[in-house]
């Protein structure tokens, strides 16, 4: 009687462990895929890049698993072209889609590129000029120039700050005074430093934060920081809301 209890106790165990086992995997498979899945969509991406992309010269990546639809996807690199990258997308046996003609032939890498380079160069500026040294200023070309670029962008072109492309920079830093005349001459003083480097923006933003202290300011152009108003322009849109395109909140 006792060693069948023991068997039993033996059997109920390896269940619940078989169990677990398998609730772990599932669970697993759910997020992160399986082996089988992964190796299928690796071998039927790399076969499509060799058909549709073999001139390219491309380095692909293993695939990643997307546990939201179930989808696996694999970035493929040029060894030469530094914005030809983009993914390609399987899921149940066949390619979804890839991105190439949005990323590489539409210019979007290109594009995003630029913008990067052109941020480094900001933030640099903010930091030697401004004193603000861990700051994260961004740059971002208007989508609106994007899509009418008319050939102003190449494949691989080298960044310049003259671009005749409108850009939008956003100065982001920790920012100590919350008064309107702070955030003035943080635009004032930055809209300076960026004209002596030969940098062009056609609107500022401002975000910083500081011990739950909260500023966002929108759309300031340079003709709002060269009128010599613009703290009364700053305080009219932070009582209604919203003035000439400028925006601001602040929360103390």
């Avoid at 069948?4 to 398998?22: C, D, E, F, N």
């Avoid at 899945?37 to 073999?54: L, P, W």
């Avoid at 960026?194 to 152009?221: H, P, Q, R, W």
């Avoid at 340079?222 to 209604?240: F, V």
């Amino acid at each position: 009687m006792k060693n069948r209890k023991k068997l039993l106790l033996k059997i109920i165990a390896g269940s619940l462990a078989i169990a677990l086992i398998g609730g772990i995997l599932f669970i697993t498979n759910s997020f992160v895929g399986n082996p089988i899945s992964a190796s299928f969509a690796n071998k039927t991406i790399k076969q499509y890049v060799e058909q549709n992309y073999s001139s390219l010269d491309l380095e692909l990546q293993k695939a990643s698993y997307n546990f939201k639809d179930g989808s696996y996807a694999a970035r493929a690199e040029s060894k030469t072209s530094i914005d030809t990258k983009f993914y390609i997308y399987y899921r149940d046996g066949e390619i979804l889609r890839d991105d190439y003609e949005t990323y590489v032939i539409g210019k979007f890498n290109t594009l995003q590129r630029l913008s990067d380079e052109y941020s480094v160069l900001a933030k640099n500026i903010v930091a030697r000029e401004l004193g603000f040294e861990n700051n994260t200023t961004m740059v971002l070309y208007d989508k609106d120039e994007y899509e009418n670029s008319n050939g102003v962008l190449e494949l691989d072109m080298k960044f310049s700050r003259t671009l005749p492309m409108k850009a939008e920079v956003t100065i982001r830093l920790d920012l100590s005074d919350s008064s309107l005349e702070g955030i003035a001459k943080v635009l004032t003083d930055a809209h300076k430093a960026f004209i002596n480097n030969d940098c062009i923006f056609n609107k500022y933003d401002l975000y910083a934060e500081n011990d739950g202290m909260l500023i966002m300011v929108n759309g300031v152009t340079p003709a709002d920081i060269e009128s010599g108003e613009l703290i009364s322009r700053l305080e009219e849109a932070k009582n209604n809301d919203s003035v000439g395109g400028i925006s601001v909140f602040i929360k103390d």
